[in-house]
């Protein structure tokens, strides 16, 4: 019975240390795409659509993730969020689709290399000016 409980002990800290060890080497999301952009409509069917392209492009790539958008409540203007492990990856990765998407044209994508609140470098590219 000990050496079953042993086992188990022994497992259990095999199963935590593998996990620390799998967290400790995944990238952190700690860059950020932030894209302003005109939009022009209370109805965000092309903005989902959109979404729905730029987040299966970041995850086939591996360049990070859509945290979401807002916009404003008369559909006037709006964000999109991005965040992944790098900045310049991420935005190289959706420029292409933002290019290509007529309500993207002169939007600022900031682009911030780092955590929040680090003073972290940041630049601004605007789209398809």
Request: net charge negative; aromatic share 6%; glycine share 10%.
């Amino acid at each position: 019975m000990k050496l079953l409980h042993r086992l188990g002990v022994l497992m259990g800290m095999a199963a935590a240390t593998g996990a620390g060890a799998e967290q400790a080497a995944a990238p952190k999301n700690d860059h950020a795409v932030v894209v302003h952009f005109a939009y022009g409509s209370k109805d965000l069917t092309k903005l989902f659509a959109l979404e729905d392209e730029l987040e299966k492009a970041m995850l086939s790539a591996g360049a990070g993730e859509l945290d979401g958008n807002e916009v404003n409540v008369d559909g006037s203007d709006g964000y999109l969020f991005m965040y992944g492990p790098h900045a310049d990856r991420l935005f190289a990765v959706i420029k292409p689709i933002l290019d290509k998407t007529p309500f993207m044209r002169g939007a600022q994508a900031q682009l911030r290399f780092g955590p929040p609140q680090s003073g972290a470098q940041e630049k601004t590219i605007v789209i398809n000016p």
